[in-house]
């Protein structure tokens, strides 16, 4: 039983990405704390999946297959929203891929599609989802981001690291513009959080695991249910005077100097 602050029974979210990792285990913990849920992704059988775990729940859930990337079908999701539910309290804005490249090497195709991906479309739920919060006169909107808007990676992440930057400062500029209505726009930067993607990278890449966790002071990868504690405070009354947040979920990364070393187990 989740305590009155906490309690999201009946309030209606929106969770792009939903078919696997930070996306779905945001939309469950949500979900478990009362909301019912539109969950979207372009893969139809993981967002279904996805959708049935909230079935289970007792909770509404409906599957929608877009890509976030085109603003005419995140226009499309939300008349999905309306028709579906009619109201929406919550956004959770995690649904985006990057493309890596050398910054003297990769095409402008692909610094463009990552902007689509990451900051184009994201803005465009969030216009979609503040128009909608503006006239209810509230709600929340979390944009899920990266430490790498804040701070190099390196290793051919330019155009990923340029399009966090993006979002983060989009957070800024939202919640600046709409907090005084009544809606709130916060974002999460995780560090290295496990998928499938990430998994295979350093499946592929001798050294890349060490590397990352010794930037780590917690000593562990993230993983997806992290995310879901977060979710669910900035989706609830529990938040209510937090907004224009910057909140890290990276183990202790950007604490971190360069130049730190972790203490060593007792």
């Known amino acids: 039983m989740f ?3 906490f309690d999201l029974t009946d309030k209606v979210a929106v969770v792009t990405g939903a078919a696997q990792g930070i996306g779905r285990a945001m939309a469950i913990a949500l979900a478990e704390a009362g909301a019912h849920l539109l969950l979207v992704d372009r893969n139809e059988p993981g967002v279904r999946r996805t959708a049935g775990e909230i079935a289970q729940l007792g909770r509404r859930a409906v599957a929608a297959v877009h890509d976030i990337s085109e603003p005419a079908q995140v226009r499309q999701l939300f008349g999905t929203l309306d028709a579906e539910f009619g109201r929406i309290d919550f ?5 985006g891929e990057a493309v890596l490249g050398a910054p003297e090497d990769i095409s402008l195709e692909d610094v463009e599609q990552v ?21 209810a006169g509230g709600g929340s909107i979390v944009n899920i981001g990266s430490i790498a808007g804040v701070t190099a990676l390196g ?30 726009v916060n974002a999460i930067l995780p560090a290295q959080v496990l998928n499938p993607s990430l998994e295979a990278r350093i499946a592929t890449t001798p050294g890349l695991a060490e590397k990352f966790l010794s930037g780590i002071p ?9 995310v879901q504690g977060l979710a669910v405070l900035l989706a609830s009354d529990a938040s209510r005077w937090i907004t224009g947040a ?12 360069a130049g730190g070393s972790l203490r060593s187990p007792r």
């Open 3 to 5: 305590p009155a602050l």
């Open 91 to 95: 956004l959770g804005n995690v649904a």
């Open 115 to 135: 902007w689509r991906n990451l900051v184009l479309g994201r803005f465009c739920a969030c216009q979609e989802a503040g128009r909608r919060m503006l006239a």
């Open 155 to 184: 290793r051919g992440h330019v155009a990923y690291s340029m399009a966090m930057a993006a979002v983060i400062q989009m957070t800024r500029e939202l919640s600046t513009e709409w907090s005084s209505a009544g809606v709130r």
């Open 218 to 226: 917690t000593g562990r990868f993230g993983h997806p249910t992290d």
């Open 246 to 257: 910057i909140i890290p979920m990276d183990g202790g990364n950007l604490a971190m100097n």
